[in-house]
């Protein structure tokens, strides 16, 4: 363990502990968050009038790009 806080920089022994622990838990919070959808129902389809909309909601209308002809 002391030659992985070295090779890591970190200063002590905690901070690598520490560092270990809040990416587990990180891991375990994105672990739920899929299980999470997969246990979701079918949401609508992400195709291309999905991203139109969404850009249509969240970007003002002056900074879009202008549509072409």
Do not use: N
Request: no cysteine.
């Amino acid at each position: 363990m002391d030659e992985q806080v070295a090779l890591r920089g970190y200063g002590t022994f905690s901070e690598y502990v520490r560092e270990l622990i809040r990416k587990d838990r990180e891991r375990q919070h994105l672990r739920g968050l899929l299980l999470d959808g997969a246990d979701s129902p079918p949401a609508s389809a992400a195709d291309s009038a999905y991203f139109d909309r969404l850009r249509e909601r969240d970007i003002p209308a002056r900074l879009r790009k202008p549509e072409r002809s």
